[in-house]
């Protein structure tokens, strides 16, 4: 219905699309979805393949590098990742981080800091060199491993700080044997059972990339203009913050929260249905079919619940949801299903994070997308500002300005 097109002139062709909802921004070989059969692949591979048989640490090699890593080319991508030359934390980055009240959202501090390390960086940012830096192809690759290796870090310490927690960020016990998310509990100083790595290595998996969604589209929005990678991810972090985005998570388990039981679902969902509510974690701009992520998630979810020993009352609350609201003609008639964010909060709930955390475990994932995508944009040879087009509503005008006393 809103998508118009104009011929402006006869070489001129624009088109309103609210949302880009039909508009093919930019070329990528990193993702493909197909939303109406809910199939989800990273360079060919099915999503539900590599969470079966390949590590967060593999995808991302996959993202950035094109292939699956043999294992001598993990060993050395890990260890790049981890050398203390990607992953250490400037002082003054720190010193960012503390200064936030311990109050804040762990969001905009993990905003700051990236913000940070871009400042603190000149020879990877190409406004405090002089220079295009990411011409040459060893300062990008070392721009890429200074931003992958340190997410982990500063998202530990960000989580420290709002958690009260003396600062710390690079734990000594950090070998480079550690999978990605052994060795980001072991940052957090949180407990590293072997269920729950294994659970959060796979939700990281599953959030690491998922082509032109609003974040990825802001990072290479930013790129287009030139800036340096790390405003670039702080951009993107900025845009996963949204309730509509990575705040979904966050979303659902406060909805789940305020529903509080079974018997509230049909008042809750009538509500939905009345336009005075979203239901959170459903619904998908590119997914008319169940979300393949969410499969997964649902079924990793009963392993931690297990762990944690007793079961989660809300549990019980988002199963029964989920099931009316697949039985109801309102979400049947639109195609909306569960996306990945509807059992995720419920797992990092159970692993003892707070709601207001969980952005920050998606912008930890989702960072891999990003670098790989900004790596991609930077090769891309159609590759221009950002500049879209308006449709201008106002007054054309020309209005005289009346001087200031004679104005009503
Ligand atoms: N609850 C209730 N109604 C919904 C929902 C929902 N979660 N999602 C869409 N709808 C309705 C819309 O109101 C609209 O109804 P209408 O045709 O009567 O006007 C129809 O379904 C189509 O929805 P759109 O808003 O056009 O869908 P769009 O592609 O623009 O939005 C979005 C997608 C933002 C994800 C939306 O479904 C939503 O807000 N979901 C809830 C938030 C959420 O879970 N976000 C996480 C997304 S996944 C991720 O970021 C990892």
Not at 270 to 286: I, N, P, T
Request: hydrophobic share 45%; proline share 7%; glycine share 8%.
């Amino acid at each position: 219905g809103v998508l118009s097109a104009t011929a402006l002139t006869p070489h001129k062709l624009r088109v309103y699309d609210p949302g880009y909802a039909h508009t093919l921004a930019y070329t990528s070989a990193i993702t493909s979805i197909d939303g109406a059969a809910g199939h989800l692949r990273h360079r060919g591979y099915p999503i539900e393949s590599l969470a079966a048989n390949a590590s967060y640490l593999d995808l991302l090699h996959l993202l950035l590098y094109g292939s699956l890593p043999t294992r001598a080319q993990l060993t050395r991508f890990r260890r790049a990742l981890y050398a203390p030359s990607a992953s250490l934390v400037h002082a003054d980055v720190r010193a960012v981080v503390s200064a936030f009240p311990r109050s804040s959202h762990p969001m905009p501090v993990l905003m700051a800091a990236l913000s940070a390390l871009g400042a603190v960086s000149p020879a990877l940012n190409p406004s405090l060199a002089g220079a295009n830096v990411y011409a040459c192809p060893r300062a990008r690759a070392r721009a890429q491993l200074k931003a992958l290796g340190s997410m982990a870090p500063l998202c530990a310490g960000v989580f420290r700080h709002v958690s009260g927690l003396a600062p710390a960020f690079l734990a000594p016990a950090c070998g480079d044997d550690l999978t990605f998310a052994e060795r980001f509990l072991h940052l957090l100083g949180a407990d590293a059972h072997p269920v729950f790595a294994r659970a959060l290595e796979l939700l990281l998996l599953l959030h690491a990339d998922h082509e032109q969604n609003c974040s990825t589209a802001t990072v290479r929005q930013l790129t287009s203009s030139g800036v340096d990678l790390f405003s670039a991810l702080s951009g993107g972090v900025a845009a996963l913050y949204g309730p509509l985005h990575g705040g979904a998570t966050e979303g659902v388990l406060r909805m789940l929260q305020r529903i509080g039981s079974v018997e509230r679902i049909p008042q809750f969902l009538a509500r939905v249905k009345g336009k005075q509510e979203k239901l959170m974690g459903f619904g998908h701009r590119v997914y008319r079919n169940y979300d393949p992520r969410a499969r997964i998630i649902r079924d990793v979810a009963h392993q931690v619940f297990a762990r944690v020993g007793s079961e989660e009352p809300l549990v019980e609350v988002a199963v029964a949801l989920e099931r009316a609201a697949l039985e109801d003609e309102f979400f049947a008639s639109r195609k909306l299903f569960p996306n990945c964010d509807f059992y995720s909060g419920l797992v990092y709930k159970a692993m003892g994070f707070e709601p207001g955390y969980f952005p920050v475990l998606f912008a930890l994932a989702r960072c891999g997308g990003w670098v790989a995508h900004w790596n991609e944009f930077l090769d891309d040879p159609d590759r221009r500002i950002a500049r879209p087009h308006q449709r201008f509503v106002g007054e054309v005008g020309p209005r005289e300005v009346p001087p200031v006393d004679e104005r009503e």
